[in-house]
């Protein structure tokens, strides 16, 4: 049966001076071996191809899963946060309504006694907003605005206080008027960003009540 195949690419066997290759017939079985080797590397490029882009799926799948995992947590914490906050948001609010007024009753009068400059200071330095200084590194993940609205809040109440240092001593009319107003001005700013951050805290805590 061997012999009988080989015969079909060589007259005869072995091969010697009598013998001729039959090299027509040995070129269609090299022809024939090289397709099955074209055939072969296709099949396991495409197989690589599948493989591939099965992997890609599953890694887009997970990436998916994990992104809406953040979300979720980031959602959390936001609620976390906008509950931890609230109370010291409010109160604050109440208090710098309260510094507002006292700054004008200031401008209304001729002189102001060192009691209540000191008063002033004192009631700045009691509204610094520790709790949310606290959490700064945090705030990022609650609504822009409401980050945003907060770190103002804390550093407007901040200059504020560093200006009533300044008010505390007399500085003469045009000096105290000068502080007064930078006074003012910093409370205000700061009573103006804790009304948005406290509509954007009750948002949060309403869409997850």
Same mark, same amino acid.
């Given at each position: 049966m061997a012999y009988e195949w080989m015969q079909g690419v060589s007259q005869c066997w072995p091969p010697g001076t009598k013998c001729e290759v039959w090299w027509d017939a040995w070129a269609v079985v090299v022809a024939a071996l090289s397709l099955c080797v074209a055939l072969l590397t296709t099949v396991v490029t495409a197989g690589s191809a599948v493989a591939v882009f099965m992997?890609?799926?599953?890694?887009?799948?997970?990436? @998916?899963?994990?992104? #809406?995992?953040?979300?979720?947590?980031?959602?959390?914490?936001a609620r976390v946060l906008a509950?931890?906050?609230?109370?010291?948001?409010?109160?604050?609010?109440?208090?710098?309504?309260?510094?507002?007024?006292?700054?004008?009753?200031? @401008?209304?009068?001729?002189?102001?006694? #060192?009691?209540?400059?000191?008063?002033l200071r004192l009631q700045l330095e009691a509204e610094q907003m520790p709790l949310s200084a606290s959490v700064m590194s945090r705030l990022h993940v609650l609504p822009t605005s409401a980050c945003d609205s907060i770190t103002g809040a804390?550093?407007?109440?901040?200059?504020?206080?560093?200006?009533?240092?300044?008010?505390?001593?007399?500085?003469g009319e045009i000096g105290d008027d000068l502080y007064r107003q930078i006074i003012e001005l910093r409370v205000q700013s700061a009573a103006d960003a804790l009304t948005v951050a406290l509509t954007e805290l009750s948002s949060i805590l309403g869409r997850n009540s």
């Open positions: 992997l890609g799926r599953a890694a887009n799948r997970l990436a @998916g899963a994990s992104e #809406s995992r953040e979300e979720e947590l980031r959602k959390r914490e509950g931890f906050l609230q109370a010291e948001l409010r109160h604050t609010a109440l208090a710098a309504a309260v510094v507002l007024e006292t700054l004008q009753e200031f @401008g209304k009068k001729d002189y102001v006694s #060192s009691r209540e400059r000191s008063a804390i550093s407007n109440m901040s200059l504020a206080l560093k200006a009533a240092h300044g008010f505390e001593e007399p500085n």
